[in-house]
């Protein structure tokens, strides 16, 4: 296992120590499967079911592959970005650091991959546009703002990000680093 | 890099009008589409989320005419002056329609809210950016109360596909740390909806300032929404908006501050039009810590002006006004003995991490700082160091250093471009009332 992905190993551990089951729920959808999800008899309140799924964070094998992405944008993906989204099949997973919230973008299962290489082309050529330095998204922030965190593709540098600006500014040396200082935040349903 | 110069600034006088606030931009465009009657919209903010809702609007067959400010004549292109013709009654958006949004967020999530009531299936999407960042719990509450929301993408992210129509009214419960656009949009939309409705908030509602403002507008276009506390929110349905006939866009308070603490250390008068004692902006308390510190302050319904000299320092909780809290740190540089702002731990969740960057430019012109976890002390120069002052991306740093100005040095800003976000012409307005 590599650093980025023991890194969000731990902070899937302690997110999983703050539920009351030791799994995540998400809403169950026949059309968006993942090999996250747990078979129903596994969780404790079968009465949930079959709106609600219990997942836990599996690791990818085989994991995605990048290639394609970087044969489009002519230039290689930095390693800590292929490390960080090929670790495992998950939801999101909501941390928190003194600065706010963050909720970590995960991949759901091949499709929600396929997705989010739309997202990044459109992302990188936009940058390209704007004549700057490539970057790809890893995690939003608070539900009201517009702010993203990203990965500077030449450095590692994890930046904090609004649509079409340049990066506000810097806010960890490398996602490793950021990774270790997020605690989980609470997971529990926001509407009732 | 970019850089600004501004020279020893000896005395700040005159008059400056503020563009209107982004977020009160989109609510009044959308609250004016939906009213009875026509509505006057003066101060209107030009930006893309604006746009966004104008696009939006136009799809639904809502006419907005917009007149040039000088001529009072018709304008092809968009001002700040538009007469909205309203629906009167919901929107009836074309069936199968599909809505882009792109990054705005403040077009999005009301209008995901509203046209969850219109008959008829919707596609609202957004850009690459709004496609990973979720929806799902203003989903959910629609949800709740009658809709049928599904997603075309990612699980919780836009594309959404909304069945609408099937929302009658009735009771949802939410974390009072939902964002408050959320919460904004339901508030705007249920009382639309043919029954009553009934939002229940678990734990600490966190941000009532701008739920206020909300319900604020919704009244000035006659819709009736009451609340206990900020715990329980009751919305009579089947009601209907009204036009206020002109209505005017306040500007936005925190920027403000600015004009105003340059009034109070520059002797002024400055009158700031754009927001006046109507105000129902937080931010606006400002205000009152500027008196506490000896500036004159008078305020009439659409203008306050501002004199001054003599300032002194203050010890105060500025909690509830965070962000105009940075604009009172830099006046401290020119108050008679030293200012502490206390229980700011919220300066700390903002993009930068404003406690430490404004402890370090203002130690680089002079002032003795100390910072805590939630507090701030300055203790004022002798005299203002010249200083070049670092921005952090933050577009409020940027703008409160330009207050050091006052004192007798060169001041220099790196990359003011950052007030470009909220206030693009920050500088050359501030110039405009600054005299050596």
Known sequence: MGSIQLALSELVKNALRLTEEGVFYAEYDPDWRSLCELPALETKNPAQAPELIAWRPVPQTPTVDFSGLENALETSIHPDIVEYFSSFWSSTIEGKSIEGHASLIQLWNQEDFDRLIENFIG?????????????????????????????????????????????????????????????????????? | MDKLVIEPINHFSGSVNLPGSKSLSNRALLLAALAEGETHLENLLLSEDTERMLNALSQFGITITFINELSGLKSDQPTTQCIVTGNGRLFTPPNEGHFSLGNAGTAIRPLTSILSLCPGTFTIDGDQYMRERPIAHLAEALVKLGARISYLGKEGCPPIRVEGGKITGGRVSVR??????????????????????????????????????????????????????????????????????????????????????????????????????????????????????????????????????????????????????????????????????????????????????????????????????????????????????????????????????????NITINEPTVVAKTFPDYFELFSKLANP
Request: charged letters at 20%; proline letters at 5%.
């Open chain 1, 123 to 192: 992302h990188a050529l936009a940058k390209r546009q704007l004549k700057e330095p490539l970057t790809l998204f890893i995690a939003t922030t608070e539900a009201d703002s517009e702010y993203f965190l990203s990965i500077d593709n030449a450095t590692g540098a994890v930046l904090l990000e609004e649509p079409g600006r340049p990066p506000l500014r810097q806010v960890e040396d490398n996602l490793e680093t950021f990774l270790r200082r997020l605690t989980p935040a609470a997971s529990q349903p926001a509407v009732f």
């Open chain 2, 176 to 409: 009072g740390d939902i964002s408050s656009q959320y919460l904004t949009s339901l508030l705007m939309s249920l009382p639309l909806a043919p029954q009553d409705s009934e939002i229940s908030i678990i734990g600490d509602q966190v941000s009532k300032p701008y739920l206020d403002i909300t319900l604020d507008i919704m009244e000035k276009f006659g819709v009736h929404a009451t609340h206990s506390d900020y715990q329980q929110f009751k919305i009579a349905g089947g009601q209907q908006y009204q036009s206020p006939g002109k209505y005017l866009i306040e500007g936005d308070a925190s920027s403000a501050s600015y004009f105003y603490a340059a009034g109070a250390i520059g002797g002024g008068p400055v009158e700031v039009t754009g927001l006046g004692s109507e105000s129902v902006q937080g931010d606006i308390a400002f205000l009152d810590v500027i008196s506490a510190m000896g500036a004159e302050v008078k305020k009439t319904k659409h203008a306050v002006t501002v004199s001054g000299r003599k300032l002194k320092g203050v010890d105060m909780d500025l909690n509830h006004i965070p962000d105009a809290a940075m604009t009172i740190a830099a006046m401290a540089l020119f108050a008679e003995g030293p200012t502490r702002i206390r229980n700011i731990y919220n300066w700390r969740v903002k993009e930068t991490d404003r406690l430490h960057a404004m402890s370090t430019e203002l130690r680089k012109l002079g002032a003795t700082v100390e910072t805590g976890e939630d507090f701030i002390f300055i203790d004022p120069p002798a005299k203002i160091e010249p200083a070049t002052i670092d921005t952090y991306g933050d577009h409020r740093i940027a703008m409160c250093f330009s207050l050091a100005a006052f004192g007798e040095s």
